[in-house]
Structures are given as structure tokens and as C-alpha cells.
């Protein structure tokens, strides 16, 4: 793998954008099946993790409307 790193040196952008393409897909698709399989946070639940996560890190809570 060492002998691998001296190809780095011909990445271009474009192929840095593909790669960042490659990463969201994967991501998007790990969490499909993680629904599918019912791992899934309702929004209640996410806004009260939001929150928590906000005063642990010294932030005002959120404004509600």
C-alpha cells in the first residue's frame, strides 16, 4: 500500500468530485437499508436529541414557531 501513496499525486479535482459523489451514495444507501430494517428516529426524538446535543456545547435552544 505505501508504494500505492505516490498515485495520489495525478488526483484531479474531477476525480476528488467522484469520489465525494461515490461517499454520499454509499452513505444515502447504508441508510435506506437502515430504515429498512427499522432502525429510524422519529422527529419528536430528533429535536429533543438536537436540543440536548445544543446545551451540551453551550448553545441557546432552538426557537419554536
Known sequence: AVERI???DEITDA???KI???CFK???NRGVEAMAQGCVVSHT???KRIEKWR???GHLPLKTT
Do not use: A, R
Request: glycine share 0%; aromatic share 6%.
Open 6 to 8: 505516490s498515485e495520489f
Open 15 to 17: 476525480d476528488v468530485d
Open 20 to 22: 465525494e459523489v461515490l
Open 26 to 28: 454509499l452513505q444515502v
Open 45 to 47: 426524538m430528533l429535536k
Open 55 to 57: 446545551k451540551s456545547v
